[in-house]
Structures are given as structure tokens and as C-alpha cells.
């Protein structure tokens, strides 16, 4: 009796340390499922934590593309006024007259102050050329120099002076004249000619006030 019970105890026993061992042998694959799950876990934070830090550097990029775009559309804008602006210069510049049109008569005018300086250079160059030395006959009562038939006119205007020549006897100081072309003047003083070698009278004149001057630097023609 006693050798049964005691075997039935051992097995009892025996049962139990079996059940204890399944347990724990579910225990150990429960703790390394655990264990898995966990490593799983953390690669998959690791994962979405890459994943964020992509999608930040995405949102940035597209941010800096996007103020990219944005400079191009603002480029694009600049680029198409000044294009606008440049087609109405050059359609303002084909409706203008040319430069040589506007100019054409400032030419004429220089070519004939040209001529004009050329002439009183020649008179000058001559009036001052050295004449050879020769015999002096003996002196006489110099004879009477004739009186020239002509005077000059120095007109003095807002934009410069003219030099006229004029016909007769230059008038005397304080004497209003009247010119060819309907300008009237009034003469100021009479003296020599500003010419080298020119023996007639200029009267230096000046412009009248309220009677509109001609844009002339320097004049010299022949005036009735």
C-alpha cells in the first residue's frame, strides 16, 4: 500500500515537473517571439524615422523648386517688359526722321563757315606774309587814298554775330537801319574793319530787342 502510494506520488510528481517544463518551454518561445517582435519593432522605427527624415528633405527641395519657379515666372516677366519696351524704342526710332535728315542742315551751315574761315585765313596769311625788301623812290606827298564804296556791318544777335558787307558810307553811331531780310538794328559805334588789310569802315550794330534773331554762329555775306 504504502509502495503505491509513494508511486503514485512519483508520478503525480513526475506529471507536474513535465507540465512545468512544457510551460517553460512555452515561456522561453514566448520571450524569443517577444524578443523578435521587438527587434521588429525597432527596424520598423528605424524605417519610419528614415522614411521622415526623406520626407523632410522632400518638402525641402520641393519649397526651394517651388521659389525657383516662382524667380522664373518673375524673370519671365521682367524679360517680356523690357521686350515690349524695346519693340516700342525701335518703333518710335523707325517713326522718327534719321539723324542724317536732322543733321543736313547744320551741315550746310558748318560747310559754309568753313569756306567763310578758310577766306579770312587766306587774307590773313597774306596780310601778314613778309614782303622782299627793294628800293624806296624818293619820297612825295602821299596822294589821297579814295574812299571805298562799301562798309562792313558787325551785328551782334542772341545766338552770335553776323559781319555784313553793305554798300555806301558806313552810317554814324546812333542811326537805326533796316535789313534785307526785315530785322531791323541800331548802330552803336563806327570804327576800323576786324578784317586784316581792310581799309573800310564797320559799323558795329547791335540787334534790335522783339524782333526774332536767326540761329547764326558766324555770318559774313553781303548785305544791300
Sequence with gaps: MFFRRRRAETRERESKVEAMQRLLEQF?????RVAEIQSDLRTRESAEAALRSQLSRAQ?????????????HEL?????????????????????PSLHEELAPLWTHLAGQRELLAGLAARLEHAVRPRPLRELP???APAPAPEPQAHLLFLTTHEGYELLERDGAAPVAGT?????DGRRAEVVKVGPSPLPGDRRRCAFAQLLPGL????????HRRSA
Design 76 to 96: 519671365v516677366g521682367r524679360l517680356s517688359a523690357e521686350a515690349a519696351a524695346e519693340r516700342e524704342r525701335r518703333k518710335a526710332a523707325e517713326e522718327r
Design 176 to 180: 537805326e537801319i533796316a535789313l534785307a
Design 138 to 140: 624818293a619820297p612825295q
Design 212 to 219: 526774332e534773331p536767326r540761329v547764326t554762329l558766324l555770318g
Design 28 to 32: 522561453e518561445r514566448l520571450q524569443a
Design 60 to 72: 525641402g527641395e520641393l519649397a526651394q523648386a517651388r521659389e525657383r519657379v516662382a524667380a522664373l
